[in-house]
T-cell receptor, first 114, second 113 residues
Framework: DAGVIQSPRHEVTEMGQEVTLRCKPI?????LFWYRQTMMRGLELLIY????????DSGMPEDRFSAKMPNASFSTLKIQPSEPRDSAVYFC????????????FGPGTRLTVL | AQSVSQHNHHVILSEAASLELGCNYS??????LFWYVQYPGQHLQLLLK??????LVKGIKGFEAEFIKSKFSFNLRKPSVQWSDTAEYFC???????????FGGGTRLMVKP
C-alpha cells in the first residue's frame, strides 16, 4: 500500500522566494495534518483538515504560510515569501478520522531557505 | 492546557540493556495513546497504540507499553535493545474530549554497540 506521499523531498531556495510543498494522503483517509520539525522547537502542528476543510490553523506561524486541500487526495502548504527561519522538515500525515485514530506520516520535505 | 511530558530527553544504553521511556500526560478522561519512532533522517512511524482494553500493549520490533490510568502514564519498554533501535521516540496523546493529537518533546535514544 502506498503511504503518505510528499514532494519534493528536498527544497533549497533563496529568501523571498515562494515555496510550495505537496502531499498526497493515504487513500480513504479523511484527515490531513501538516507538521514542522526543527531541532529548536521539535514537532509542531501547523494545520489540519477534516474532509478537505481546514479545522484548526492556529499553528500556522504567520500569514506567509497558507495551506489548501482542494480534494481528498491532495494538499499544499505554501510559504510566500520564504525566510531562513522557515528552514525545517515539513511532514504531512493522514488518518482515518480526527477522533483519535493513528496518524501516518509521510517522508517529509527538508526545506532550506538561504 | 493539555500536555504530554517525556522527561528523558536523551538516553544512552548499551546493546542488550533494558529500556523504559517515560510518558506522562495531563488531565484525565478518555484518551488514545501512541508511541512513534523516528529513525535518523526518516519520518515518524507508528510503534504501537492504545485505545481500550488490555493496558499492556504490544507493538512492532519487540516494543511494548503499559497504560497506567491512575498515573496518567504510558511508558514504553523493550527488554533488550539493539543498535538499530537508535532513534528518537515520541509519545502522543489524543484526548477524546478535545480534537487534537498532542506530541511529547521526544526522547533521543542512542544504543552503543
Amino acid at each position: 500500500d502506498a503511504g503518505v506521499i510528499q514532494s519534493p523531498r528536498h527544497e533549497v531556495t533563496e529568501m523571498g522566494q515562494e515555496v510550495t510543498l505537496r502531499c498526497k494522503p493515504i487513500s480513504g483517509h479523511n484527515s490531513l495534518f501538516w507538521y514542522r520539525q526543527t531541532m529548536m522547537r521539535g514537532l509542531e502542528l501547523l494545520i489540519y483538515f477534516n474532509n478537505n476543510v481546514p479545522i484548526d490553523d492556529s499553528g500556522m506561524p504567520e500569514d506567509r504560510f497558507s495551506a489548501k486541500m482542494p480534494n481528498a487526495s491532495f494538499s499544499t502548504l505554501k510559504i510566500q515569501p520564504s525566510e531562513p527561519r522557515d528552514s525545517a522538515v515539513y511532514f504531512c500525515a493522514s488518518s482515518l478520522s480526527r477522533t483519535g485514530s493513528a496518524q501516518y506520516f509521510g517522508p517529509g520535505t527538508r526545506l532550506t531557505v538561504l | 492546557a493539555q500536555s504530554v511530558s517525556q522527561h528523558n530527553h536523551h538516553v544512552i544504553l548499551s546493546e542488550a540493556a533494558s529500556l523504559e521511556l517515560g510518558c506522562n500526560y495531563s488531565y484525565g478522561g478518555t484518551v488514545n495513546l501512541f508511541w512513534y519512532v523516528q529513525y535518523p533522517g526518516q519520518h515518524l512511524q507508528l510503534l504501537l497504540k492504545y485505545f481500550s482494553g488490555d493496558p499492556l500493549v504490544k507493538g512492532i520490533k519487540g516494543f511494548e507499553a503499559e497504560f497506567i490510568k491512575s498515573k496518567f502514564s504510558f511508558n514504553l519498554r523493550k527488554p533488550s535493545v539493539q543498535w538499530s533501535d537508535t532513534a528518537e521516540y515520541f509519545c502522543a496523546v489524543f484526548w477524546n474530549a478535545g480534537n487534537m493529537l498532542t506530541f511529547g518533546g521526544g526522547t533521543r535514544l542512542m544504543v552503543k554497540p
